[in-house]
T-cell receptor
Framework: GAVVSQHPSWVICKSGTSVKIECRSLDFQATTMFWYRQFPKQSLMLMATSNEGSKATYEQGVEKDKFLINHASLTLSTLTVTSAHPEDSSFYICSARVASGTPGELFFGEGSRLTVL | DAKTTQPPSMDCAEGRAANLPCNHSTISGNEYVYWYRQIHSQGPQYIIHGLKNNETNEMASLIITEDRKSSTLILPHATLRDTAVYYC????????????FGQGTTLQVKP
């Protein structure tokens, strides 16, 4: 199947700093990518839909000024957690849909674990 | 998209078939059933999907009832590496492509 890579796989930062997480589709072009957040022992929660060349669409309750999403190319989307606080510590996962693939067959990255001290 | 109901946890003996049920009684005619799994601390992995007919691939089989109100994911010979959380998701194929995850079933394969 298609490969989606995230970087970094884990990051520790101080409270108040910003952290950028990259999501790349390695062997296909993705016009749409999705960002999820997962807290321990909970399911994945969709944060936003990232569309190449346009603004991201955020789910209800997700602060767009805090979680900046940029989808500048067909193979790269970035999530920046601005002014991170300990409650932002979580497992962030991106996914991408192959443009010509089966709808719903999303490919997921390995996830990025953020710890804010 | 229709909601799904899954048991929170199940056990299965290694080498035996694991049958994971999913109820989706409010499913619409144009909604597909998708199954993903998530091994601890990894991103979810696509398993299989179907609309009306039963489906089989190298990973699993998907059995959908005739009224489409429920389905069963079958792992024919479970191994310890199949221990994971399994998510059943129902969605329309023509929407934005986003997947909304429920709580899933934690499958524990035991030696």
């Amino acid at each position: 199947g298609a490969v989606v890579s995230q970087h970094p796989s884990w990051v520790i930062c101080k409270s108040g700093t910003s952290v950028k997480i990259e999501c790349r589709s390695l062997d296909f072009q993705a016009t749409t990518m999705f960002w999820y957040r997962q807290f321990p022992k909970q399911s994945l929660m969709l944060m936003a839909t990232s569309n190449e060349g346009s603004k991201a669409t955020y789910e209800q309750g997700v602060e767009k000024d805090k979680f900046l999403i940029n989808h500048a190319s067909l193979t790269l989307s970035t999530l920046t957690v601005t002014s991170a606080h300990p409650e932002d510590s979580s497992f962030y996962i991106c996914s991408a849909r192959v443009a010509s693939g089966t709808p719903g067959e999303l490919f997921f990255g390995e996830g990025s674990r953020l710890t804010v001290l | 998209d229709a909601k799904t109901t899954q048991p929170p946890s199940m056990d299965c003996a290694e080498g035996r078939a694991a049958n994971l049920p999913c109820n989706h009684s409010t499913i619409s005619g144009n909604e597909y059933v998708y199954w993903y799994r998530q091994i601890h601390s990894q991103g979810p992995q696509y398993i299989i999907h179907g609309l009306k007919n039963n489906e089989t691939n190298e990973m699993a089989s998907l059995i959908i009832t005739e009224d489409r109100k429920s389905s069963t994911l079958i792992l024919p010979h479970a191994t310890l590496r199949d221990t994971a959380v399994y998510y059943c998701i129902v969605r329309v194929s023509s929407n934005t492509g986003k997947l909304i995850f429920g709580q899933g079933t934690t499958l524990q394969v035991k030696p």
